[in-house]
């Protein structure tokens, strides 16, 4: 149990994936998923650039086969990420991917097929000084947990994975991190409570697996994970989206941004509008959001629709517009500083945020 104040992230063990330190309180780290077959290491390596411009810090690639493995050596050489090797079910591609470069391995232990199997990619995780990403989720519980029928979901979830953290300590390995993936939220984020729990020491990488397109995956991930952050429990996420993984990415710190915890680009705020707006502030809102997308600061930067309420409803933001019959007034820190004409408000307002924040 955490002490009182303290959140459960910083009393887990610290791992290292490449130069990314995972857990003991360091800041949450933002992975995804290469959709490129690592066979093709151009391809893939050109995915990693992206999603590194984006923001993510960890990487992980798919090893379906042995055909991906010189492409997988490539890339591991080449990549400006730390490379997680993706393996399930043939152990002995975990055991190549170790010497191939691996920054760390994510296996599931209940698909591997035996203990024996499961302790050779140990051995080899261990000789080659990298941690492992231990998974567990509806298709690969513990066979002891599988088919209890005495015990919920959760319940298999948490034993399977406690039944595995338990194996790879007795076997001398302690650089783990843990998921439990489910695709519901209430299930998300039981599981993540009950293992930060039952196993405080052991860092998590929490997500919503299978959480669908863009819009609905986004509020799944945001609720379930945004839930976790909250309650101070997660070291590392994916927040996994049936789309470009730059989308990924980019709604992981949006997110990390709402619940406070790190911020990498400005924040928007917007009105929703309402009778008294004399503006097109939907229209100039998307414009401010496209524009934003070009800058690094991490500001707060409002767009409001109206002189009157705007300025003060939007007091927190850096710097803002606030729209009039015509005109808008560009304010900070909820003072203005002078009035434009509509027409030139958002080329005024970058103009000020590059003078003042760049
Ligand atoms: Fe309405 Fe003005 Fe508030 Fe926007 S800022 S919701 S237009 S009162």
Request: proline letters at 5%; glycine letters at 10%.
């Amino acid at each position: 149990m955490a002490e009182k104040g303290v959140a459960p992230r910083e009393l887990t063990r610290p791992v290292k994936v490449g130069d990314v330190v995972v857990g003991g309180g360091a800041p949450v780290s933002v992975q995804s998923m290469c959709t490129t077959d690592t066979a093709d290491a151009a391809a893939t390596l050109a995915q990693i650039a992206r999603l590194a411009e984006a923001g993510c810090e960890i990487i992980r690639v798919a090893i379906p086969s042995a055909a991906a493995l010189d492409g997988f050596a490539e890339i591991c050489a080449s990549s400006p990420l730390p490379v997680v090797a993706d393996i399930h079910f043939d152990h002995r591609l975990a055991i190549e991917a170790c010497r191939r470069g691996a920054a760390a391995l994510r296996v599931n232990p209940g698909n591997i097929g035996s203990w024996e199997r499961v302790d050779a990619v140990i051995d080899e995780a261990g000789a080659a000084g990298i941690p492992i990403r231990i998974g567990v989720n509806a298709g690969s519980l513990d066979p002891a947990f599988a088919e209890r029928e005495d015990l919920t979901h959760v319940e298999k979830l948490v034993g399977s994975a406690t039944s595995f953290v338990e194996h790879f300590r007795s076997r001398g390995f302690s650089d783990i991190v843990l998921s439990a993936k489910a695709h519901g939220v209430p299930t998300t984020v039981e599981v993540n409570r009950a293992l930060s729990r039952e196993l405080p020491d052991v860092p998590l990488h929490i997500g919503v697996t299978e959480a669908g397109t863009a819009r609905q995956g986004t509020v799944k991930n945001a609720a379930a994970i945004g839930a976790l952050l909250m309650e101070g429990i997660g070291d590392t996420m994916r927040l996994s989206l049936t789309a470009d993984p730059v989308e990924e990415v980019n709604v992981a710190w949006d997110l990390l941004s709402a619940v406070g915890l790190r911020r990498l680009r400005p924040e928007l705020v917007s009105c929703p509008t309402c009778g008294r707006c004399q503006w097109d502030l939907m229209g100039i809102a998307a414009e401010v959001e496209r524009r934003l997308a070009g800058v690094r600061a991490p500001i707060t930067v409002a767009v409001m629709g109206c002189v009157v309420n705007g300025p003060g409803e939007a007091k927190g933001a850096d710097i803002g517009l606030a729209g009039g019959r015509g005109q808008a007034m560009l304010f900070a820190g909820g003072e203005p500083i002078r009035t434009v004409a509509e027409a030139d408000a958002v080329d005024e307002l970058f103009s000020e945020i590059e003078r003042r924040f760049s």
